[in-house]
């Protein structure tokens, strides 16, 4: 049997480099430029506050918004974000996007924006964004499969996004779809999900202050694996609902067909609240794993944003509606 006997000088198993992020370093730094690289290095995300590239000549600073988060909640090591995602389009293990995204090409990039609006359009993405204010949110996202980060986006927000295209009255919904590009996502050639992948919010959670559109993530452009160039965020949902990779925004009377809750509607529900006391069919829902911390922690209510959002399902069955 061999005893190992343990150094004070010996590197704890913590601060050793992630593998992938080693792996992947090359393609990330071509992707990030040199010197953004450095920032997305564990415990150094305070890059975010630089002015970054959304494309090049496209310049944009931030102005920091909404970061209320708890006692000893951190930032998620960059790492768990950067390599262990959720992009059925790459494929479905959670390595597979950062794998199988070298051929995604977020540039150029155009968003329709159609349905019961006054003024719908087809823009070039930095047309669609430069009236916006960018904002630094830092925003906690819980997945239905019980994993959760917390992360620094920097987008804009989606009502001002949104009010610029004069929704109507009779707009009850928004919809939203992911590019089709099956020859740069493999994932598209597969059966996994019925593509576009889509999802919908009710016109009054789009138009709520925390629902944000984001550009970027720890001080730069987002990473194809993680949306690019641009995806919705809606912390106070399961991460299913903050689709990637967007090029349509719609409009509509009568609530949309979404991708997830087509389908397996039994285990995701259109609503997809985050809500600790409705269990997916297979697993609970009560507790969470932080990604980087090893004891599971209590889930809350609408991913801890309750006091926010609580009163838009004001007498509402988030039983029933879940
Ligand atoms: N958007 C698209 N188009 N395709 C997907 O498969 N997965 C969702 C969501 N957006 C997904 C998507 C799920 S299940 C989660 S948890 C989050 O993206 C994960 O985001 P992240 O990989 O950036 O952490």
Redesign the pocket.
Known sequence: MLIRIKKASDVAAREITPEALVLNRRRFMAAAGAGAAAGLLPGTAGAAEEPFDVTPGFRVTPTRGYEKLADGEAVTLPF??WA???????GPE?TD?VQNAERFKPRPWTIAVDGLCAKPGMLDLDAFLKPNAFEHRTYR?????T?S?V?PWIGISLAAALKRFEPLGSAKFVRFE??LRPEEMP?QKTSA?VW??T?ALRIDEAMHPLAFLAVG?YGQP?FP???API??VVPWK?????????VRISFAEVQPTT??NQRIPKEYGFWANVNPAVDHPRWSQKNERRLGEFMRRPTLMFNGYAEEVGQMYAGMDLVKNF
């Open positions: 768990s974000v262990y995602n959720n992009f059925a389009e790459f959670k996007p996202l819980r997945c239905t499969e994993w980060i992360v992911t590019v994932g999900l576009p992948y999802e993530m987002l694996q993680n949306g995806r919705l399961y991460g299913f609902k903050s689709i990637k990779s967007i991708s997830w």
